[in-house]
């Protein structure tokens, strides 16, 4: 408030002369009374100048703007396979009779041993036929049709000669199975000799004979690099089966490797890579 402070004094001025003028003294309540208003309105006006001004608003942020909506881009449709490249169709079995192929679309998930299983029971089924096995790509049985009273039976070969005994019909012939099982025997007893063993025209076994302390017991190669480990001696060495099973097993489980076995000279399998 200003002028207020000598405007107040003015007055007490002339409160007290007026009191000198007619020869009384001053009211005392009065002074005292004009005197608190006179502090009150000092004080408000001190109070006002130390006040700090008040600061200006600060400018609203502008809003920013909504990030524009991302447009996924189609999806493309799949690349068509080019007709020139080849699909390879030697996985799983197929079984050709008379050189077509005959098997169905179940048998590309057939195991080696329902394969082989399979190809037996035809080729002693039907003598009659072309058949040929093919798993993964390799030849299971290839066995041409037999004539009526050609090549009928089984037959054994020492060395180039015919030991077994003469067809003796129908009625006992032996079984392929039967056959298989005689030939894998003396594979196994007879190192020595060179055996070869047909039946109803399928070469069912072929090994050359092993000379001593030579290709004795199962070899297992990977990639032509021999894997399996010395051998044990004929206590402990693998019997054919169990060297046949070995082998099957490798087969099935490797595909990526070029598998071959041999025991005692003969080649129980040999799969390229696939």
């Known amino acids: 408030m200003r002028g207020g402070r000598w405007w107040w004094v003015l007055v007490l001025l002339v409160v007290g002369w007026s009191g000198m003028a007619i020869g009384a003294e001053p009211d005392p309540e009065e002074v005292r009374r004009r005197m608190e208003i006179y502090t009150r309105d000092l004080e408000a006006e001190e109070a006002t100048k130390k006040a700090p001004a008040s600061k200006p608003r600060p400018k609203p942020e502008p809003v920013s ?5 991302s447009r996924s881009k189609p999806e ?3 690349k ?3 007709k020139d490249v080849k699909v390879d169709k030697s996985v799983g079995y197929e079984l050709y009779f008379d050189g077509k192929l005959v098997s169905g679309p179940d048998a590309a998930h057939y195991t080696r041993q329902q394969a082989r ?10 003598p009659h036929l072309h058949i040929r096995c093919v798993y993964n790509g390799k030849v299971l049985g290839d066995r041409e049709a037999v004539k009526a009273g050609e090549n ?6 020492f060395d180039g000669k015919l030991v077994s005994g003469p067809d003796p019909g129908p009625e006992k012939r032996y079984t392929r199975q039967q056959a298989q099982e005689n030939c894998t025997w003396n594979m196994r007893d007879k190192p020595h000799f060179h055996i070869r063993c047909v039946y109803n025209g399928e070469v069912l076994g ?3 004979a092993v000379k001593a302390g030579e290709n004795v017991g199962y070899e297992l190669y990977f990639d032509g690099k021999l894997v399996s480990g010395p051998d044990p001696g004929p206590e402990k060495r693998y019997t054919r089966q169990q060297a046949r099973e070995n082998c099957d097993w490798n087969m099935r489980d490797k595909p ?9 000279g003969e080649v129980l399998g040999d799969r390229p890579a696939m």
């Open 206 to 208: 072929d090994r050359e």
């Open 76 to 78: 493309t449709a799949p």
């Open 80 to 82: 068509p396979v080019p």
């Open 117 to 126: 299983e399979n190809c037996d029971w035809n080729m002693q089924s039907k």
């Open 65 to 69: 703007k909504p990030a524009p909506k």
């Open 152 to 157: 009928v039976g089984y037959e054994l070969y």
């Open 256 to 264: 990526h490797l070029h598998i071959r076995c041999i025991y005692n």
